[in-house]
């Protein structure tokens, strides 16, 4: 997940509520650990962006645990959220509950040992590449999935009627059926047509390219960086930088004119894992136009999906564990995917008759939870991603932005990128 939803998604059959910092409850034990003691304790939990965690659904854990109390910090990006992790991991500082995201989910690992970890009887609950993705050497896993980011393409319908596009979500899907030369021809029809941006910035283009390769950046068996001589990497940084020329609206993801974008008609497409519906809505609210085709460019991707952790010198591990386990409950990632769009990664919950028929009033009755069942069922490529990838993936994005708002030329931001992968490890 990223940045800060300003609003929550509206949906038809959405929880309503509203984000909260601090939740006081009144009830007592959660589980078996959490249950042996009258005490009052307060919980901590931090996540980032927007996890779904409102302080409705918060309440309804404190409703049934008398004893305790929940504080929920949020921080605004992940990159705050990971700086703050890794100075205080194993030291003193953190939550009880720390959410962490899956891009930097293998430096975690190799701390895995100062983690508590999730319960055996667990493990069947999330898919099985979720769970491998934070199972440790010694068969530990080290944390409670969350979501997963399936990708689809929100588009404004009114901008793409303004320019002879198509604007149906099933006439665009099929229209963007194909490879990325198909969402790049269609970006050069609606600029010709309009002189205005397509799409939002050159980084979320090569995101969504980049998660589609099985093995950008680290040789998955050695772990050696390749980063900077894999042919891959460059296409696509090449493919990307050439078409965001003339169909970037050159903004920064997460900045204040990223965000205002969505509503005044800056760019008319946006890369949209589950996540990202809250993002549009609740920075545009007034906007109509916003729809979902149940298309990505080039067959299915993935961007994001998090974990909890329960650091293992905190003060209140039982009773953290008994929370972190509610938290990724099939029935409250449903109620999570209902109030933020974070698809979630439980088997249960995907069968969920509340999760398939789900509609977003917003995206014009959106079927959303179809759509992005059926994008999580295109997914065929899983990343790999070794413990240098955040750290090369975030000095990509500085690079890609250096040229997407002309403060380098490619050649000079990628040679720049080179000398910073080098330095890594």
């Keep these: 997940m990223k940045s800060r939803a300003l609003r929550r998604v509206a949906l038809a059959t959405a929880v309503a509520s509203t984000s909260a910092l601090v939740l006081a409850g009144c009830s007592g034990g959660g589980g078996a650990a959490a249950g042996s003691s009258d005490e009052e304790i307060t919980l901590t939990v931090a996540t980032f962006n927007d996890f779904g965690y409102t302080e409705e659904l918060l309440n309804a854990y404190t409703a049934e645990h008398p004893n305790v109390k929940i504080v929920h910090n949020r921080a605004a990006k992940s990159n705050d959220a990971r700086a703050n992790y890794f100075q205080k991991l194993g030291k003193t500082g953190l939550a009880d509950i720390e959410g962490i995201e899956v891009d930097w989910l293998p430096e975690v690992m190799k701390y895995s040992d100062l983690l508590a ?67 790049f021809e269609m970006g050069d029809k609606y600029v010709a047509a309009t002189g205005k941006p397509f799409f939002d910035s050159a980084s979320s283009v090569y995101q969504g390219m980049i998660n589609q390769v ?30 965001s020329k003339t169909q970037s609206a050159h903004f920064e993801q997460w900045s204040t004119d990223w965000y205002a974008g969505m509503a005044n008609g800056a760019f008319a497409t946006l890369s949209c894992p589950g996540w990202m519906l809250t993002q549009i809505e609740g920075n545009a609210p007034e906007v109509s136009g916003w729809k979902i085709a149940d298309v990505f460019p080039n067959g299915g991707g993935n961007w994001g999906g998090s974990y909890l952790t329960v650091p293992a010198n ?21 109620k999570f995917f209902q109030q933020a769009g974070t698809f979630p990664s439980q088997v249960d919950a995907l069968k969920s008759t509340d999760l398939l028929d789900a509609k977003n009033t917003y995206f014009n009755d959106a079927p959303i939870g179809e759509i992005f069942t059926n994008r999580a069922n295109a997914v065929t490529v899983t990343p790999f991603k070794g413990q240098y990838y955040f750290q090369v993936n975030d000095a990509m994005s500085k690079a890609l932005l250096r040229v997407d708002q002309g403060t380098q030329d490619a050649q000079t931001s990628w040679d720049q990128w080179v000398s910073q992968v080098d330095a890594i490890g």
């Design 117 to 183: 970890p999730v319960p055996d009887d667990l493990k069947s609950r999330w898919l099985d590449w979720k769970v491998k993705a934070a199972t440790d050497s010694s068969g530990n896993l080290v944390g409670y999935g969350t979501d997963i980011g399936p990708e689809a393409i929100c588009y404004r319908s009114d901008l793409f009627e303004a320019a002879g596009l198509p604007t149906e979500p099933a006439d665009v899907a099929a229209a963007l059926q194909g490879d990325w030369s198909k969402y």
């Design 214 to 243: 099985e093995a950008a950046y680290e040789n998955p068996d050695s772990g050696e960086i390749t980063a900077t001589t894999n042919p891959e990497v460059k296409k696509i940084y090449t493919a990307t930088l050439d078409a």
């Design 314 to 334: 905190g003060p209140h591990v039982a009773e953290a564990q008994a929370l972190a386990d509610w938290l990724t409950s099939p029935e409250q990632q449903v």
